[in-house]
């Protein structure tokens, strides 16, 4: 059965609850494949290499979300600990990076009869703690 999005995603980054400023959350693990390919290979080999984890995240501004997110967008490397719950009705499936995320890609859009728009990516090193209740 399909679940609705709204409601049923938490997003937290430093310990502060941002889903109220998300419209988006979307969690990505890109698998790198290293190619393996020699001359004796009659195709192309490859196997997998390191998974990077990111989500992008973004919605309506808000002072308190730019507070939140805006000083270690300025001061790059700054390592938090963010986390990602989906709520599937019987259980939920949350992602943790402990110490480990950071926020890339930050920025603030506005155009004239608009809200006022932010996106970012959390950038995420290692794998996720992932727990499910």
Request: with cysteine.
């Amino acid at each position: 059965m399909a679940i609705k999005a709204n409601g049923n995603v938490v997003v937290t980054y430093n310990s502060v609850n941002i889903t109220a400023y998300c419209d988006q959350a979307d969690l990505s693990a890109a698998v790198e494949r290293l190619d393996t390919t020699n001359l004796a290979s009659t195709a192309k080999e490859s196997i997998a290499g390191d998974t990077e984890w990111t989500i992008a995240i973004g919605g309506q501004w808000a002072t308190a979300l730019d507070t939140a997110l805006a000083p270690d967008a300025v001061t790059p490397g700054t390592a938090r600990t963010a986390s990602l719950a989906l709520d599937g009705g019987a259980q939920t499936v949350t992602y943790t990076w402990t110490s480990k995320a950071e926020i890339q890609d930050y920025s603030v859009n506005s155009a004239t009869g608009d809200f006022i728009k932010w996106s970012g990516t959390l950038a995420l090193s290692g794998a996720p703690t992932r727990a499910v209740a």
